[in-house]
């Protein structure tokens, strides 16, 4: 893919967000628009062979739309200003629809590459189901936080939006009770793509998705039985 010219198209989208100038570039964009299709795809290809469980997900509902939601939004911009997807075993991205785990990644208009494996902000449920595992499975989850690819690559688990005290139900003196206040169980790292763009581009974020894989699998354990 051109990620040069998808990086540029996003910035010139991010100034003139409004649905005259996205349909004057509509042509610069369903060619980047498949383009990243095929680049999915053949993501989803290299997955699949050190994750075998997400090769049957369909690249074309792996992909995020263009198009913003604004019924609850303040920001009333129509389109995102990046390119995003999110590869599971379920086929769902969401997490709201009960897609489970997900290998994500987006390039935006800052030109920043974004890499992610896990689950961010699941639903209440499936939240109180990760928690209740991590206490079920404490030697198999800190196996998980001291992977050493995993730790090299995303330096641990993302704490954002980390709660100061313990969930309602789980004591404070848990072994893992820093974890279990996390709300989201997902690493993720960032580049910046402006000076140089790996020659083998689906490969390095193809290398990134295998170190988060012991994340991803630990997470599809946490079920109900």
Not at 50 to 60: I, S
Not at 141 to 151: A, G, I, Q, R, T
Not at 153 to 160: H, I, R, S
Request: glycine fraction near 6%.
């Amino acid at each position: 893919m051109h990620i040069r010219d998808l990086t540029r198209f996003l910035a010139d989208l991010s100034e003139n967000n409004n649905r005259a100038w996205f349909v004057m570039n509509k042509p610069r964009y369903d060619i980047l628009r498949a383009e990243f299709l095929e680049l999915v795809t053949g993501l989803i290809a290299d997955i699949a062979k050190f994750d075998p469980a997400v090769a049957g997900c369909n690249p074309k509902k792996a992909l995020f739309r263009i198009n913003r939601d604004m019924r609850f939004s303040h920001d009333k911009s129509p389109y995102k200003t990046s390119f995003s997807a999110a590869i599971t075993a379920s086929g769902l991205k969401k997490p709201s629809q009960g897609g489970g785990p997900a290998y994500y990644f987006q390039v935006d208009a800052a030109g920043d590459l974004l890499v992610a494996g896990g689950e961010y902000t699941p639903p209440p449920d499936r939240l109180r189901l990760i928690r209740q595992h991590i206490i079920a499975d404490p030697a198999g989850f800190n196996k998980v936080l001291k992977n050493k690819k995993l730790v090299a690559t995303f330096g641990g688990l993302q704490e954002e939006g980390k709660l100061t005290r313990p969930p309602k139900g789980f004591d404070a003196d848990e072994r893992h009770i820093e974890q279990i206040k996390l709300k989201s169980f997902i690493v993720w790292d960032e580049t910046s793509l402006k000076k140089k763009i790996p020659a083998d581009f689906a490969g390095h974020v193809a290398a990134q998705f295998k170190d988060s894989y012991p994340l991803v699998a630990w997470l599809r354990t946490a079920r109900r039985t």
